[in-house]
Structures are given as C-alpha cells and as structure tokens.
C-alpha cells in the first residue's frame, strides 16, 4: 500500500488538509486521518496539492506527434500529456476521408493496448461533417456532407468511438446526432454556423455538447436591422448542453472564461487544450510547419495560427496551464478550475465512475502540483510516470 501525506487534497468541494490519501494496486482505498497498518512506500507531498490526473477530451497531439499518426505515435503524444499532468485524454482527429478515420481510430486501438503512461479513454472525431462557413483550420478538401451510410459507416468502424463534432444545421446534418445517439457517442455541435434554432432543435437530434465556444462557431449576428443569436448564446442558455472552451488565453480572453464559468457553472462548462502536436513541446517563435491536412501553420505569440495569419490553427496548451489560466487569471476558485479540468469532461464521455476525483474506489490517477500548477508528481493507474 502507498501513503500520501503533507498534501492539500482537491475534492470535487473542497480542499482537505491534514489527511491521508491510501492507495493500493492502483486504486485509492481510504482518505484518512490515521496511517493504516500495511504501508509499504510513503510519498511526502510537501505541502503540494494533490489532485486526480487531468482529462483533456479534445487534444489533436503532443510532445510532436499527431493523433492522425501511428499507434506509436499515439502513445507517444499521449505520454507527453501525461507528463504535465493529464492522465486521461481523448486523441482528437482532423477532419479527413472516412477511409482514412477507421485507420486513424485502429491506430489509436492499438495505442490503447501498447500504452501504459496514459488513459487513452477512447477517440473524439472533429468532422468530417461540419460547416465550409466555419471550417477554421480544417482542410475544406476533407469536409463531406452526411448521409446515413458514411455515417453508419464511420460510427460504426468502432466501438471506441466517444464523441463525434458536427455542424447540425448543414445538409443532414441531423444524421450524425440521431445515429450518434443510437450508439451511446457524444454528439458536439462543432464548427457550425447555426443560428440559435438550429441549436435548439439539434437537442432533438442528440446533439448535447458545444465544440470550443467561441472558436469556429456563429455567434450573435446582425441580419438586415434584427439581431439572430447563435451557436454561442445557445451554447450557453440552453441546460441540454455541455460546453468545451479552449482556456489557453489566446482563443479567448479571461473575461470570457469568467462568463463561461458564470453561465454554465463547473459541472457544465469543461476546459480542452485543442492541442496540436506542437503542444507538450517547447518551441521556438515563428516556427513554420506543413500539416498532415496540407495546411501550414506558425508559432507565435504562444499560439499556433495558419501561415496567412487569418486564422488561429490551434493551441500548444496542457491541462495544466489551462487550470493555471483559469485559477490565476479568470480567477475561478481551484476547486472548480480543477474539476472543469477532469471530473466534468470525464462526466461527459461517461468516465467519471472511476476516475476524476480523489475518493474511495477511484484509479489512483494522482497529480501533484505547486500553487502555480507546475506538475512534479504523476501517477497514472498507480504507475509513477513522474517524480
């Protein structure tokens, strides 16, 4: 059995001190205020706060690896996660030909079964089936209309499969909500240009989270004198919704981090690094890189953006600094920075009964970090990855 003490225990509530965290064969077994019989290891935590590993839903790759990549590959971008703190992660596509997904999703099976540094929970498909208006970084080439068969075909390739973004206001774009639903897959409104209607009604097709707000996405618009709200307003009205935003401080400021947090709350808005393979990974300014989708892109400012500059392209985020934004800078309480960074995401791709959260009976997913979130201690499944 394995002792933690001298920590500051983030729960889901609260901050708990002056307690034990017990944990044996890879699961946390007591909180308690007395050391049991049986430890075989101690880990002083030094006053650092312990906390369940990150969970990071929507990341495209790391540590200079992509998700689009082999399985090799795969473990290796998911590692780099690991090491700065995010201990559960969904490998997130580009938008390509169905062909090339079912390869891309079997890669990231056998990454599930070769890795041993990381939760791969399964993969989240952005697109293909999403809005030319709001295509973003994403190769127009790739983006394909829906129709029940390259759907069924798609969704049907694996059962691995734990969100799918589309834009439900394109042509059939009800399709990929109603089968996605079907099949227990987190349907993401993602790059649409729909207005508030649109959105409104895709709960009906078994859309029930919003891709990056802000990001990609209509917001209110002025159409002749009236104003028409969006995918934005609906995102955050509307309760049916789950909300991802992107907290690296580029996609969006901190005061809107703070209205996020205000209108969805902790158990409903979750932070996504939508980090590109350059994320994990220390890079110099002006960095210029062709992407597997044939887009070149460009570090700068901390950020990835397309080579025009007419667009961002994607963040080189971790968990970790997206906690630190919101905690530091937003000013959201930690507790609920830390939970917007692991319980809640896990509680939308329905993984949230073992893991996120420091309690008995949980994976013994362990973090533990200083007061400006600088990861020293990793434990993933009980395994010390970092120390």
Do not use: W
Not at 28 to 57: E, H, M, N, Q, W
Not at 233 to 254: C, K, M, N, V, W
Not at 268 to 277: C, F, N, P, V
Not at 360 to 368: C, K, R, S, T
């Amino acid at each position: 059995m394995r002792l933690y003490k001298n920590a500051k225990i983030i729960t889901p509530e609260s901050i708990i001190e002056n307690k034990y965290v017990v944990t044996d064969n890879g699961k946390i077994i007591a909180i308690t205020d007395t050391v049991p019989d049986g430890i075989t290891k101690v880990i002083d935590c030094g006053g650092r706060y312990l906390s369940p590993g990150f969970a990071d839903i929507h990341v495209h790759g790391g540590g200079g690896y992509s998700a689009m990549g082999s399985a090799e590959d795969v473990v290796k971008m998911c590692t780099a996660h690991a090491l700065r703190g995010t201990t559960s992660i969904l490998p997130t596509t580009l938008a390509a030909p169905v062909a090339q997904l079912k390869k891309v999703i079997k890669n990231i099976e056998e990454a599930q079964k070769l890795c041993t540094d990381s939760n791969i929970l399964g993969v989240h498909l952005e697109g293909p089936f999403i809005s030319m208006k709001m295509k973003g970084a994403q190769s127009p080439d790739n983006i394909l209309v829906p129709t029940r068969e390259n759907v069924t075909e798609l969704l049907d390739s694996s059962d691995i499969i734990k969100i799918i973004g589309a834009a439900p206001e394109i042509e059939n774009g009800h399709i990929v909500g109603e089968e996605a639903k079907k099949r227990g897959i987190v349907a993401s409104v993602a790059h649409s240009d729909g207005d508030y209607s649109d959105i409104e009604r895709a709960l009906e097709y078994g859309y029930s989270d919003v891709t990056h707000i802000y990001s990609a996405c209509s917001g209110m618009r002025k159409i002749g004198i009236f104003r028409h709200a969006g995918v934005v307003e609906a995102g955050l009205s509307l309760d049916g919704y789950t909300t991802q935003f992107i907290a690296d401080l580029r996609h969006l400021p901190y005061g809107v981090l703070k209205l996020i947090y205000k209108a969805k709350g902790a158990d409903k808005a979750y932070a996504i690094s939508d980090g590109l393979e350059y994320s994990a990974l220390d890079m110099e300014e002006g960095t210029v890189i062709l992407q597997e989708n044939g887009l070149e892109v460009v570090y700068e400012d901390n950020v990835m953006k397309l080579s025009d500059r007419s667009c961002l392209a994607g963040s080189v985020a971790t968990s970790n600094i997206l906690v630190r934004n919101m905690y530091k800078v937003a000013g959201i309480p930690l507790v609920d920075a830390v939970k917007m960074a692991s319980l809640t995401p896990l509680s939308v791709i329905g993984a949230d009964k073992i893991k996120g959260k420091i309690a008995e009976g949980y994976d013994e997913d362990i973090i533990l970090f200083d007061d400006d979130i600088e990861v020293s201690f990793v434990s993933v499944r009980g395994k010390i990855i970092k120390s």
